[in-house]
């Protein structure tokens, strides 16, 4: 895969059309975290466009004091906000949605046991820790999801919230 870097020094050259390659590489990504965040299912692809306008509007004020994927991220989190304030009534941070993000994450890690006292204690284990994120407060949890499943370290955790 392409170097961010690499794609942000191509594009601030001139090479719009590079611009692509930002977008598929984050597309995916950013659509399960603006889900998990906000809680809104139809207003996932409206939010995620907005991300990738702003992106490309202000790329040429990213100043590389973090990586590329957290200066991206900060923008969303600001966006998604942006519309918690909008749509206050509607908007539910880490709803339900979440936990069904949080499961497809879970499920797709390969499990190539079939010992069903394993499979039943994971069953547990999984009821146990989404019992224990319901009660955590809503910055916790953005730590958690943004550590545990889109990989920032806590430095960049620290630099975006």
């Given at each position: 895969m392409i170097e961010d870097s690499y794609i942000v020094d191509k594009f601030l050259n001139g090479d719009k059309d590079i611009f692509k390659d930002l977008i598929i590489k984050y597309n995916k990504s950013l659509l399960n975290f603006i889900r998990f965040y906000t809680g809104l299912k139809d207003e996932c692809e409206d939010i995620l466009q907005e991300?990738?306008?702003e992106t490309y509007k202000s790329i040429k004020n990213f100043n590389r004091n973090s990586s590329f994927k957290t200066w991206l991220y900060g923008i969303a989190i600001n966006i998604c906000n942006s519309y918690?304030?909008?749509y206050k009534?509607?908007?539910k941070l880490f709803s339900d949605n979440s936990e069904?993000?949080?499961?497809?994450k879970l499920n797709s890690i390969p499990d190539f046991t079939y010992d069903l006292e394993r499979l039943y204690l994971l069953k547990e284990e999984r009821e146990i820790l989404f019992n224990i994120l319901d009660n955590l407060p809503e910055k916790y949890k953005t730590v958690i999801f943004l550590r545990d499943t889109e990989g920032f370290s806590y430095k960049e955790i620290s630099n975006l919230l």
């Open positions: 991300v990738f306008i918690r304030r909008k009534k509607n908007f069904n993000i949080l499961n497809e």
